[in-house]
Every structure is written in C-alpha cells, then in structure tokens.
Nanobody, 128 residues
Framework: QVRLEASGGGSVQAGGSLTLSCAAS????????MGWFRQTPGREREGVAT????????YYADSVKGRFTISQDKVKNTMYLQMNSLNSEDTATYYC?????????????????????WGQGTQVTVSS
C-alpha cells in the first residue's frame, strides 16, 4: 500500500524560505513522476512542480519558477520542495502525489485529477 506524507510546513515571513518533505512508503517508483500541489480554501488544487522518476526532468508552474526547487532522494524514498522568496500568495496547504502518466507531469495536463496517492498536506503560511 502506497502512502505519501507531506511535512515541513510552517509560518514564515515574506521573503523567507521553507523546505517541504514528502516521505513515500510502499512506493517503488513505478509511475513516471511525483509532484507537489497546493490548495487554499475555495480554490482548486493547483499544480506546483513535478520531478520524473529518474530525477533528471523537472517542471514548475509559472508562479513558482525560479523560486522553488523540487528534488528527490530515492534512497530515503523522499521528495523535497525547497521554497525561497516566499510571498503571501504561496500561503496554502501543500500536498504530494504520484502522476499516472508521463503526459500528466507537465503543461496543461498537470492537474490533481491525474495524480494519485494523496496524503495529508502540510500548511504553509507566509506573512507580510
């Protein structure tokens, strides 16, 4: 049984940094990518970034490009999201999940409906 657990959220001032972790148990990297999403109340879950199984290809939403970095440590079965230059618009609950197919790991198909194994999220609050 695959379980993903996001952690590392917290409160930070604008301009600050946080690193999120996604610990995967029971997952053997059989899918093409893993990704980070975020959601605020009343809004759809928004794709943030993905990393392919080989760890060589990444994709970022325009809103975080240049500020966030996704990475993974397959030995530790953990995916990370380094977030720099945070602003109030980054305030959200962050989730990690696994992409069902390669075509879902970037672009317009990078949507929550195409990802599975959702766990509990971790809250990030950025104060100005």
């Amino acid at each position: 049984q695959v379980r993903l657990e996001a952690s590392g959220g917290g409160s930070v001032q604008a301009g600050g940094s946080l690193t999120l972790s996604c610990a995967a148990s029971g997952y053997t990297y059989t899918h093409p990518c893993m990704g980070w999403f975020r959601q605020t109340p009343g809004r759809e879950r928004e794709g943030v970034a993905t990393i392919d199984t080989g760890g060589t290809s990444t994709y970022y939403a325009d809103s975080v490009k240049g500020r966030f970095t996704i990475s993974q440590d397959k030995v530790k079965n953990t995916m990370y999201l380094q977030m720099n230059s945070l602003n109030s618009e980054d305030t959200a609950t962050y989730y990690c999940a696994v992409g069902l197919a390669a075509r879902y790991c970037r672009g317009s198909n990078f949507r929550a409906a195409n990802f599975v194994y959702w766990g509990q999220g971790t809250q990030v609050t950025v104060s100005s």
